[in-house]
């Protein structure tokens, strides 16, 4: 069965650098979270979109941004890169936004080193 | 808020034991919970999904179990092998996905 594509798995980026994140989501999944893991850390909510739409927001920085696009797959933009980012980032894919039921599926994440 | 709560934090057991971890929840009013296995720098992958309406959930050597008044969830592992060794992550929806802070396993041969 299809799962949540995320690319690159990993990037390697220098301080004040821009990196762009890249999540396809199981096909006729219309949902997608992004989440953030630091080292030894319980991965964080980031932001949600439903329908191309932002549905909800977490513990996202203003330097970061993200997007979906009309084949649902997203996008996280993290400019003006710190040390503190360097974590997993994981997209993850559900359908049906107002669904609290249906369960979340994760990617493989993509790891983000800033040096 | 929510707030999720493992413990222990890390466990160390030998190869063949039953095992019991445990995840509690502050808020009740959930859709459902999720339990995760991470390995080392790896993704998530989901091992049960209990909604609100149920008990538990069984798959294989696995067994979730979901009490949502008191907030707690256990998940046991029968026969523990050295390949269950990974973190334990369990994950309770409300509108949001929150995570609590796993449990690290190691099953020594």
């Known amino acids: 069965a299809a799962g949540v594509i995320q690319s690159p798995r990993h990037l390697i980026k220098e301080k004040r650098e821009t990196a762009t994140l890249k999540c396809y989501p199981i096909?006729?999944?219309?949902?997608v979270y992004w989440y953030q893991q630091g080292p030894g850390q319980d991965p964080q909510f980031l932001i949600s979109?439903?329908?191309?739409?932002?549905?909800d927001k977490g513990s996202i920085p203003d330097r970061f941004s993200a997007q979906q696009f009309s084949d649902y797959h997203s996008e996280l933009n993290m400019s003006s890169l710190e040390l503190g980012d360097s974590a997993l980032y994981f997209c993850?894919?559900?359908f049906g936004r107002g669904l609290y039921n249906s369960p979340l599926h994760f990617g493989n994440g993509t790891r983000l080193t800033v040096t | 808020k929510q707030e999720v709560t493992q413990i222990p934090a890390a466990l160390s057991v030998p190869e063949g034991e039953n095992l019991v971890l445990n995840c509690s929840f502050t808020?009740?009013?959930?859709?459902?919970l999720q339990w995760f296995r991470q390995d080392p720098g790896k993704g998530l992958t989901s091992l049960l999904l209990?909604?609100?309406?149920?008990r538990e959930q069984t798959s294989g050597r696995l067994n979730a179990s979901l009490d949502k008044s008191s907030g707690r969830s256990t998940l046991y592992i029968a026969a523990s092998q050295p390949g269950d060794s990974a973190t334990y992550l369990c994950a309770v929806r409300s509108e949001k996905l929150v995570f609590g802070k796993g449990t690290k396993l190691t099953v020594n041969p």
């Open positions: 209990i909604q609100s309406s149920q």
């Open positions: 808020d009740s009013a959930i859709y459902n």
């Open positions: 979109f439903y329908e191309k739409m932002q549905s």
């Open positions: 096909p006729r999944h219309d949902t």
């Open positions: 993850a894919s559900s």
